[in-house]
Each structure stands twice: as C-alpha cells, then as structure tokens.
C-alpha cells in the first residue's frame, strides 16, 4: 500500500523518461539534418564556383573590339570607293561635255569647209566651161588678154579637203577617245559598286557577329552575376548552419551520453520505488 503511494511519482518519472527519449530522437534527427545541410551546400558552393569560374573565363574571352573595328575599317573602305566612284562620274561628266564640244565645234568646222567647197567647186566648174567657150569662139580683139583663173585656187581646195579630212579624223578620234572613257568608266563603276556590296556584306556581317556577341556578354554576366549571388546566398545559409548546428555538432556525443544517464537513473530510481533492492538496480 505504500508503493502504490508513488503512482503519480512513477508516472512522473514515466514522463521524464519519455520526454528525455523524445530529446534524444529529436537531437539525432538534427543533427542528421546538420550533417546532410553542411554536406548539400558544400558541393552546392563547390559547383557555383566551378560555374562562376568558367563564365568569367567565358566573359574574359568575348572579343568585340575585333569585329567592331573590322566593321569601322570595311566602313571607311566603302566610304573612300564610294567617294572615287563620285569623282569618276563627275570627271566622266567633264570629259563627255568637253567631247561634245569637240564634236560640235569639229562638225560645224567641216561644215562650214564643205560649204566652202561647193562655192569654189561651182566656180571653178563655170570657169571651166567659159574657157572651153572661149576657145571655141573668135580670137580676142588687139589688146585683150584672154582671161585664166588663179592656178593656185585648186590648191586651196585641195587644203579645204585636207581641213575637212583632218576635222573628221578628230571627230573620229574624239568619239573613239569618248567610247573607250565611258567604257573604262562603266567597268570601274561595275567594279566599284561590285566591292561596295561585298564589303556592305561583311558590314552587315560584322554587326550581327558584334551584335551575338553582346548578347552572349550580356547573358554570360548575367549568370555570372547569378552565381555570386548564388554564393552569396550560400555563404549566408552556411553562416546560419553554424549559428544553429555548432553547439549541437561539437557536444553531440556529450550530452547524448549525458541524457542516458540521467534516462538511466531516473529508471533506476523509479525500480527503488517500485521495491527493487540497490543490489537489484546496480547502481555505479
């Protein structure tokens, strides 16, 4: 009947026991939770500075200079062909209005001998016939010469048609002159205009190169910038770890022998109460 005085004594240590087993468990389970926490953002840390170290080699190779000053040179290329292609039209442009002087001045001059041609001509055709008139009729009366045209006329004439040949020959000249500038002119142009395009080409391919390559830049930072915040976040959490986890992990062992104890002399005090013998408990 006196035992039974220490129920609630009994179920007081009960409790005790059980709330010290429930410690024990919780402990274990935290500081699995610690170790698993520490082990994760390790390798999680080790994998971010691996990844952070290779985008900043990515973001240290990233050329844009290069095709930004290939895109400049090609740029200044077309411009100096565009402006040789612009002097060349305007030179053509001089050289065709001098040829169409030339043709027009040497035109009228033939012109002009021809007609000069055809006076004489007729004069000297008339001339012709009037002497072989005179030939034919009565002799001239005492004191009359018979009349002869100038011998030297039919070497005016002759100089006439050689004025007239020569200013052919220059037309002729001029518009062959004329002909092949324009030709020479044309293929320059073909030419030039050909290269404008082939160097707008890589003009264009250039920008878009420069342009992926910005874009590249851009993602490349971006993720590297990710990757320190990503370290960042776990240096936090790493802090945090410690802030909670140390105290646990450095007297795990310690107070999880210490609990055992205490679980252990609660039972053994509960035993004496339930009419167990100290030789029975066999207390240390």
Request: proline share 1%.
């Amino acid at each position: 009947m006196k035992l039974d005085k220490f129920v609630k004594v009994k179920k007081a240590m009960d409790d005790m026991v059980f709330a010290l087993q429930k410690e024990q468990e919780d402990e274990v389970t935290q500081k699995d939770y610690c170790v698993e926490e520490f082990r994760e953002n390790k390798l999680k840390a080790e994998g971010k500075t691996r990844l952070k170290a290779t985008l900043v080699a990515k973001e240290n190779a990233i050329d844009i200079e290069t095709p930004k000053t290939e895109q400049e040179t090609y740029e200044s290329e077309v411009a100096e062909m565009q402006k040789q292609l612009k002097l060349a039209g305007q030179n053509r442009e001089k050289e065709n209005t001098q040829f169409q002087k030339v043709i027009t001045e040497q035109r009228e001059t033939q012109r002009l001998l021809k007609e000069a041609l055809v006076v004489l001509g007729k004069f000297y055709n008339k001339e012709s016939l009037i002497q072989v008139h005179a030939e034919a009729g009565p002799e001239s009366p005492g004191g009359f010469e018979d009349y002869k045209s100038n011998g030297k006329s039919f070497g005016v004439m002759t100089m006439l048609q050689t004025l007239v040949e020569d200013s052919a020959a220059m037309e002729k000249e001029a518009i062959r002159a004329e002909k092949s500038a324009q030709k020479a002119y044309e293929a320059f142009a073909a030419d030039t205009t050909d290269s404008v395009a082939k160097k707008e080409a890589a003009i264009a391919s250039k920008k878009a190169e420069k342009a992926k390559l910005k874009k590249t830049l851009t993602q490349t930072r971006k993720a590297r910038k990710g990757a320190e915040k990503s370290l960042d976040s776990l240096a936090q959490t790493k802090a945090e770890l410690h802030e909670s986890c140390d105290f646990l992990l450095a007297n795990f062992d310690a107070r999880q022998a210490a609990r055992e104890d205490e679980m252990d002399s609660v039972k053994k005090a509960k035993a004496i109460l339930s009419g167990a013998t100290f030789a029975e408990i066999q207390l240390d």
